[in-house]
């Protein structure tokens, strides 16, 4: 009896320690300096408005006062930076080849591929992509996909509160555009649950406002219309990704959502 009540009181004690502190991190935690905030990001400098990672995206997306533009860069073979979704140009030019194996030279790449859509990002050694995160300690951290996991199994065990976190950056999507990208009748009855699983342990309001207490932003992607923008925001999200950012732009000026001082 007494094994029982010292095992119930133990329990009880931790289970309203840890949700105090996911109400209030602060008790336990310094909030993270943050050097910057992002509400309105452009994926691939608004992809669905422009040719994606031109620097005419870019512009537009500058122009209409985005705060972010999410890019992706590959190096060539002569270690010059490339700013490209894919490793591979089949997608976006027909060609078969992948950036790594191309020169940056207007005889092997450019001429292949309109140099205005194929941005050089600088001229960069390998070392610099490889290393910076390691020498720059001002280069901001975003979760990887095992530390998601486990700050998905750390949330819902109650050690959230009690863990100390290095990241400043949670970047997810959300689950529940899959089945507005495909068609719902031509997705197994396994893929729905799947995709209903993974919406329902993400996205999380009482995660989402943790993290932010604790000054971790948190970014999701890619959103493409209102209904998911106001989703991604009533539930305390930082930022969204869209590939429409002049749609953004206009539901954030509606509803009055503020942009970063």
Request: a positive charge; glycine letters at 4%; hydrophobic letters at 40%.
């Amino acid at each position: 009896m007494c094994a029982a009540v010292y095992v119930l009181s133990t329990v009880t004690g931790y289970v309203l320690t840890s949700a105090l502190l996911l109400k209030c991190p602060y008790l336990l935690h310094r909030r993270k300096r943050e050097t910057f905030l992002s509400r309105h990001i452009s994926h691939r400098g608004g992809a669905g408005e422009n040719l994606e990672n031109t620097m005419a995206a870019f512009k537009h997306a500058v122009d209409l006062g985005t705060d972010m533009l999410e890019l992706d860069c590959h190096l060539t073979k002569d270690e010059q930076v490339v700013v490209s979704h894919d490793a591979n140009l089949q997608r976006s030019t027909g060609i078969n080849a992948y950036i790594s194996d191309m020169a940056y030279t207007v005889s092997e790449l450019v001429v292949k591929y309109d140099r205005e859509h194929l941005t050089v990002w600088g001229n960069a050694r390998n070392q610099i992509v490889k290393k910076c995160y390691k020498e720059n300690p001002r280069i901001p951290v975003l979760f990887s996909l095992p530390r998601v996991l486990q700050l998905l199994g750390l949330f819902y065990t109650g050690l959230l509160p009690f863990v100390p976190l290095k990241e400043q950056f949670l970047e997810i999507p959300m689950p529940s555009i899959i089945t507005k990208l495909k068609d719902p009748n031509k997705l197994t009855r396994s893929q729905r649950f799947i995709t209903w699983l993974a919406d329902t342990l993400l996205m999380r309001k009482a995660l989402f406002e943790h993290l932010t207490a604790r000054g971790i932003q948190v970014y999701v992607w890619v959103l493409n219309d209102e209904e998911d923008f106001q989703r991604a925001f009533d539930l305390g999200a930082t930022g969204v990704m869209t590939d429409f950012p002049t749609r953004l732009k206009d539901f954030m000026d509606r509803n009055g959502i503020s942009k970063p001082q």
